[in-house]
T-cell receptor, first 114, second 115 residues
Framework: AQSVTQLDSHVSVSEGTPVLLRCNYS??????LFWYVQHPNKGLQLLLK??????LVKGINGFEAEFKKSETSFHLTKPSAHMSDAAEYFC????????????FGAGTRLFVKA | GAVVSQHPSWVICKSGTSVKIECRSL??????MFWYRQFPKQSLMLMAT?????????EQGVEKDKFLINHASLTLSTLTVTSAHPEDSSFYIC???????????FGSGTRLTVV
């Protein structure tokens, strides 16, 4: 069985300050982990993914995430927030051993203040 | 590469009618497709998994007779909401998968409003 927990329902930062969106997972298999962003009334865009290669994963728009097996975490970070980063972010876990079933976190709404 | 096209992007229909949503993989063959539903300000809920050439597997609580899924080819899956009611209004998103990319390619979503 798999699960994913996004620890914050919403995060508010000022423009130019760092962003941290937290995600913990649970999986009986070796998981693949993903972060997606969703702007209002839009589909999902893949930010980055971890699939058992390098534990520090760099994605688009300056985002990166580090897979920490000992902590079962996959937190998303960005050094400097931009107004256009304001959106909903989803942490996702998927494992081949579970028929590629995709489990979404509840989402974290990121607010960016000018 | 790995583009998924979902159509229509939005649809308004009358209560009691049926609506079909298409999900196409444009540049790859999708052996497995997933259909999700998203309520306002909530996460995505997996509705069903469809495998090309076989019946879809529905998640618990999803009515298979109401949400008909057909995956007749490696590039097309359709979701038909039958006898739609206002409570079916939602954002529906598909994801197309092959074992190589583990299904991380999503369509742009369909906003369904039943009036």
């Amino acid at each position: 069985a798999q699960s994913v927990t996004q620890l914050d329902s919403h995060v508010s930062v000022s423009e130019g300050t760092p962003v941290l969106l937290r995600c913990n997972y649970s999986s009986s298999y070796s998981p693949s982990l993903f972060w997606y962003v969703q702007h209002p009334n839009k589909g999902l865009q893949l930010l980055l993914k971890y699939t058992s290669a390098a534990t520090l994963v760099k994605g688009i728009n300056g985002f990166e995430a580090e897979f920490k097996k000992s902590e079962t975490s996959f937190h998303l970070t960005k050094p400097s927030a931009h107004m256009s980063d304001a959106a909903e972010y989803f942490c996702v876990v998927r494992a081949q051993g579970d028929g590629f079933k995709t489990i979404f976190g509840a989402g974290t709404r990121l607010f960016v203040k000018a | 590469g790995a583009v998924v096209s979902q159509h229509p992007s939005w649809v308004i229909c009358k209560s009691g009618t049926s609506v079909k949503i298409e999900c196409r993989s444009l540049d790859f063959q999708a052996t497995t497709m997933f259909w999700y539903r998203q309520f306002p300000k909530q996460s995505l809920m997996l509705m069903a998994t469809s495998n090309e050439g076989s019946k879809a597997t529905y998640e618990q609580g999803v009515e298979k007779d109401k949400f008909l899924i057909n995956h007749a080819s490696l590039t097309l899956s359709t979701l038909t909401v039958t006898s739609a009611h206002p409570e079916d209004s939602s954002f529906y998103i598909c994801s197309a998968s092959t074992p190589a990319n583990y299904g991380y390619t999503f369509g742009s979503g369909t906003r369904l409003t039943v009036v």
